[in-house]
T-cell receptor
Framework: GQQVMQIPQYQHVQEGEDFTTYCNSS?????IQWYKQRPGGHPVFLIQ?????EVKKQKRLTFQFGEAKKNSSLHITATQTTDVGTYFC?????????????FGDGTTLTVKP | KAGVTQTPRYLIKTRGQQVTLSCSPI?????VSWYQQTPGQGLQFLFE???????NKGNFPGRFSGRQFSNSRSEMNVSTLELGDSALYLC?????????????FGEGSWLTVV
């Protein structure tokens, strides 16, 4: 079945440093979504990418979808303590019916002030 | 509009007991999915319901079951609880292509099995 892998599993940065998490799918995706889960909270939708090579920005966050639609990345510029949490990607396979998305295991970001 | 509502938020059960968790999706959403999240683990997909039918199922034993009602509310049940079932159980509703297939999560039900 479809597998979605995220790296790294953990990332610890100094406040102000940049951060990137990568998401790789074993199958071609129709779309990919990114979620953020704060400690003790629930995952919250950040963004969806649909087009090959798509790049979207949300303030300091930059999301990319690979040309082959099998990988994606989330880059945070100049991290802040408010960025702390676990970032999940979720990919919907082009060949999977019924719309099921597969989540990666997440990247947990900690930021040292 | 109101978000995804899960009840109860916290509960403690004893090994061997059973538990039922409830989820009310966002109004108008017909798809409800359940996930298990344990410390250090990602989101493990349990099952998805759409219009009262189970559409997808993850790799969990038969002790885990669910159902969806005509008003789209969903319940999941875990029988013969084991210590390893202690986890955060998340319900998510999805509106469909008109909403970009965005998944909206509830705050979850924290289950502790002792």
């Amino acid at each position: 079945g479809q597998q979605v892998m995220q790296i790294p599993q953990y990332q610890h940065v100094q406040e102000g440093e940049d951060f990137t998490t990568y998401c790789n799918s074993s199958t071609t995706l129709s779309n990919i979504q990114w979620y953020k889960q704060r400690p003790g909270g629930h995952p919250v939708f950040l963004i969806q990418l649909v087009k090959s090579g798509e790049v979207k920005k949300q303030k300091r966050l930059t999301f990319q979808f690979g040309e082959a639609k099998k990988n994606s990345s989330l880059h945070i510029t100049a991290t802040q303590t408010t960025d702390v949490g676990t970032y999940f990607c979720a990919g919907k396979s082009r060949v999977t019916n019924a719309g099921k998305s597969t989540f990666g295991d997440g990247t947990t970001l900690t930021v040292k002030p | 509009k109101a978000g995804v509502t899960q009840t109860p938020r916290y509960l403690i059960k004893t090994r061997g007991q059973q538990v039922t968790l409830s989820c009310s999706p966002i109004s108008g959403h017909r798809s409800v999915s359940w996930y298990q999240q344990t410390p250090g683990q990602g989101l493990q997909f349990l099952f998805e319901y759409f219009s009262e039918t189970q559409r997808n199922k993850g790799n969990f034993p038969g002790r885990f079951s669910g159902r969806q009602f005509s008003n789209s509310r969903s319940e999941m049940n875990v029988s013969t609880l084991e210590l390893g079932d202690s986890a955060l159980y998340l319900c998510a509703s999805r509106g469909g292509t008109g909403d970009g297939n965005t998944i909206y999560f509830g705050e979850g039900s924290w289950l502790t099995v002792v």
